[in-house]
């Protein structure tokens, strides 16, 4: 006797072949370097201010934002200024102080270092 397939079974026919999706896994560990432009009002005052992110980093970040031990927005300025290169920290630290600036690099920065998902978190 057969069990009954479950209709809402999905297939892996359309994936990766296994080991060149490992491959691909791989690549995207490690630490990655991002480099973000500052544009004010449109003037750009920095052409790209440089970050370098671990894994640990950015799970620090994520584990301090939703612990409800400091704020969100403390655990984002303290996250960013972790990252940053040494030679952009001061002028990050000034920038930082504009309203609107701690969002829009947090932004910037997320978008570089996650990569996209796709379809596949529907």
Known sequence: MTKPQNSRQETNADALPENEALSLLKSLQGSTDVVVPLVINGKKLHSGIQFSISLNEYNAFLNASQSGK???TAAAKN???????KEHHDFLAEA???KGV???MMIAV???VEPDFGQSLD
């Not at 996250?79 to 940053?84: A, E, K």
């Open 96 to 98: 930082l102080k504009v």
């Open 102 to 104: 701690l969002n829009q």
């Open 70 to 72: 400091i704020s969100p």
């Open 110 to 112: 997320t978008d570089k």
């Open 79 to 85: 996250y960013l200024m972790g990252v940053v290169c």
